[in-house]
């Protein structure tokens, strides 16, 4: 029989698990909503900064110094991508598929070994699943001030020209942005994020390991796209910068929480992927279909009115 109380005491861990994976999803938002670049490099940048604040950790380094140095790789990995894409004319997409191919290659060499642990009895780790509800509150802080950074920058003038050659390449060019380094900018910050949230995923979980990233692409869209239609329905027309960026964290958070529920279920967990992909559809399926219908009803009822 399922246990209720089973579910209960699994959400936190669920909760801490959402808010790391939601500032990933922060990384992708930048690239996929506001500059309109499909950018695969996260599923490999995501293990590189893992990669690189383990080792930094085990070499004595404090784990705020590493995930500094996780971040600093991270747009490292994103400005290849856009190096390939903007000075050598690769497709966006082809572009962050052979950076993420070359990484499984470079975490390899970082780590030595396809993983690496770390113990949160021999390092002052920021988090760790042993210790869940200081894990909550140190990433809780860690996605404001992050929410709160973002914000602020894309209100500045180099922020607005990110925005500006996402909506429209020509008209940013014809008022003096230069798109190539912006789109070699923005790929590179999307993947420091990524890469910080690698950082603290790896000392969440206690390792690093040159597979953790595998499908976080499809887990960052989730958790945007689930963080769009809930700030919606939530905030309607008065949704601003800001609560779309909390609101992906929530994407974040709700996404692991409905994954908890299904493995509560005793679904397999062989068929994991299977699932995310069916959230993930249903989710992106609520916005046209809301569209499609609800607007149709709408208009029917006021057209009714005025006959």
């Known amino acids: 029989m399922l246990d209720p109380m089973a579910l209960l005491r699994a959400m936190p861990g669920a909760c801490a698990q959402g808010i790391i994976w939601g500032l990933m999803a922060l990384g992708v938002y930048l690239t996929f909503k506001i500059l309109d670049v499909a950018d695969l490099?996260?599923?490999g940048s995501i293990a590189t900064g893992g990669a690189v604040a383990v080792m930094l950790i085990l070499a004595g380094w404090s784990p705020a110094a590493a995930m500094a140095a996780a971040f600093a790789v991270?747009?490292?990995?994103g400005a290849v991508t856009g190096v390939l894409h903007v000075a050598l004319g690769i497709p966006a997409i082809l572009a962050s598929i052979?950076?993420?191919i070359s990484l499984y290659s470079i975490n390899l060499n970082i780590m030595g070994k396809s993983n690496q642990a770390v113990s949160v009895d021999k390092f002052p780790l920021l988090v760790s699943l042993r210790y869940i509800p200081k894990a909550i509150a140190v990433c809780l802080v860690i996605a404001v001030a992050l929410i709160c950074v973002m914000y602020w920058f894309f209100g500045t003038e180099l922020g607005c020209s990110i925005r500006a050659t996402g909506c429209n390449k020509n008209m940013a060019r014809a008022q003096g942005v230069n798109t190539g380094v912006i789109t070699v900018l923005t790929l590179a910050l999307s993947n420091g994020i990524v890469a910080l949230s690698g950082s603290?995923?790896?000392q969440y979980q206690g390792f690093a390991d040159v597979n953790m990233g595998r499908g976080a692409i499809v887990i960052g869209l989730a958790a945007v796209i689930i963080g769009e239609v809930i700030g919606g329905a939530v905030l309607g027309k008065y949704l601003n910068f800001m609560g779309r960026l909390a609101f992906v964290v929530v994407g974040g958070v709700i996404y692991y929480?409905?994954?908890q529920i299904v493995y509560w279920l005793k679904l397999p967990t062989d068929d994991s992927k299977l699932f995310t992909a069916i959230i993930v559809a249903l989710f992106l399926a609520v916005p046209y279909l809301k569209g499609k219908y609800f607007t149709k009803s709408s208009y029917k009822k006021e057209a009714s009115r005025h006959a």
């Open 200 to 202: 603290l995923l790896a």
């Open 41 to 43: 490099t996260v599923d």
């Open 74 to 77: 991270g747009m490292l990995t």
């Open 257 to 259: 929480m409905v994954l």
């Open 98 to 100: 052979l950076t993420q």
